[in-house]
């Protein structure tokens, strides 16, 4: 599941206490933009390098509060976020909501946007209640500011949709997924990486209820979008292949899935480095058909790496 940096804003370049001047606007603008595409191209560390640069710029040239440096903190904890350090992440996005809050108000789209991220990271570590909570007010205040087909709303709707689909709430996240994805179709079209990513969800929640042949399809043109629109070494596609790879899994399908697990294995490793969950998540998941497939030796040395990521503290 892929999710794109959000709420960048624009530079404003007259000088004064607490702006930028012309040339630093530039330069910081240069750096959030080449941060948002290296992000999307799924090269998290180069982006995280300049992400960093952008917020030395905004930390040393703003005022404290100014929503300029809540975005370069924001962005420079999703990366945090997208590379599992979450203890690194928590601040930054804490930090970007109480400046928004602060300077540009409770009920703004660019607080709304904190709250998602800084709900996202709750939920991946488990928080739920936390994580629902946020999230439902970042919802809330996305569709009274942007209207209920707005983009930002499908995200929302499809963030609170994974966290239902986790808590076993499925005809709930059915009904959000589909919304989100009714969104992102209308207004992105049907081949945008954020459509793919609809797709993919909808299909693990038909997975987890034992739809399955209702999940294969959707899988499918999931990874058919990310890999057209993506580098096919992008940690999207990657997630797509281990997602078809576990459909053939849990149906006996062993020499359909293992192709697309070690290729999944190898995208992760090499985009996202050896010591990442989603590694760890690739190494069990081989480790699981060797052991079904009578291979145990070589089983029990990828969950003896993916035991060494699991403890990284984070």
């Not at 909570?133 to 983009?151: F, N, Q, V």
């Not at 490793?269 to 998941?285: R, T």
Request: hydrophobic content about 40%; overall charge positive.
């Amino acid at each position: 599941m892929k999710r794109f940096l959000t709420a960048l804003l624009l530079i404003i370049t007259a000088q004064g206490p607490g702006r930028l001047s012309h040339a630093q606007g530039n330069e910081w603008e240069i750096l959030k933009d080449e941060t948002t595409s290296l992000y999307r191209q799924g090269r998290y560390d180069r982006a995280e390098v300049v992400a960093k640069m952008a917020l030395i710029i905004a930390e040393q040239e703003l005022v404290p509060d100014h929503p300029y440096l809540a975005t370069s903190l924001n962005n420079l904890g999703m990366l945090y976020y997208t590379l599992g350090k979450y203890t690194l992440a928590e601040p930054l996005y804490k930090r970007s909501l109480a400046i928004r809050e602060k300077s540009l108000g409770p009920e703004h789209p660019d607080t709304a946007s904190s709250l998602n991220n800084l709900a996202m990271m709750y939920s991946t570590q488990g928080m739920h209640v936390l994580a629902e909570s946020l999230y439902k007010r970042s919802l809330a205040i996305r569709e009274k500011a942007l209207g209920p087909d707005h983009l930002d709303v499908g995200t929302s709707l499809n963030n609170l949709a994974m966290l239902y689909s986790t808590q076993g709430m499925y005809v709930l996240a059915e009904s959000l997924f589909k919304r989100s994805l009714a969104i992102r179709e209308k207004t992105l079209g049907p081949d945008h990486p954020e459509v793919a990513t609809s797709l993919n969800n909808l299909a693990a929640l038909y997975k987890t209820q034992g739809n399955r042949a209702q999940a294969e399809p959707l899988y499918k043109r999931s990874l058919a979008i990310r890999e057209k629109v993506l580098k096919p070494d992008h940690p999207s596609v990657a997630t797509s292949l281990n997602n078809l790879a576990g459909l053939y899994y849990v149906q006996g399908l062993y020499a359909q899935a293992e192709p697309l697990y070690k290729r999944s294995l190898e995208i992760r490793e090499k985009a996202l480095k050896p010591d990442h969950p989603s590694v760890a998540d690739s190494l069990e998941n081989l480790a699981g058909l060797y052991l079904k497939t009578g291979r145990e030796d070589a089983a029990k040395e990828l969950l003896k790496r993916a035991e060494a990521i699991r403890a990284i503290k984070r």
